[in-house]
């Protein structure tokens, strides 16, 4: 069973910067698209950005540029690199594995 677990969340200013990490934990056979959801409250789970195994990505619409999705598959890690946050960026962050595994979400506030 494969486990995922975020790290990097927290509080920052607008125009600031985060780092999320996911670290994927168990038995892993295959290397597979990995990625960044997100929620705020009364809102709907909207997609930040995926990789594939090979190195493609993929942005929600509304990232502009500001983010980057990276990965380590040796060290079964896919980093996202937040830039230029803006106080909408604030939810929870759910990284999110190919086969519907999702980790527990990490709360990222961005204060105006």
């Known amino acids: 069973q494969v486990q995922l677990v975020e790290s990097g969340g927290g509080l920052v200013q607008a125009g600031g910067s985060l780092r999320l990490s996911c670290v994927a934990r168990?038995?892993?056979?295959?290397?597979?698209?990995m990625g960044w959801y997100r929620q705020a409250p009364g809102k709907q789970r909207e997609l930040v950005a995926t990789?594939?195994?090979?190195?493609?990505?993929n942005y929600g619409e509304f990232v502009e540029g500001r983010f980057t999705i990276s990965r380590d598959n040796a060290k079964k890690t896919v980093y996202l690199q937040m830039n230029s946050l803006k106080p909408e960026d604030t939810a929870v962050y759910f990284c999110?594995?190919?086969?519907?595994?999702w980790g527990q979400g990490t709360q990222v506030t961005v204060s105006a």
């Open positions: 990789i594939s195994s090979g190195g493609g990505t």
């Open positions: 999110w594995r190919n086969g519907d595994v």
């Open positions: 168990g038995s892993i056979l295959s290397i597979r698209t």
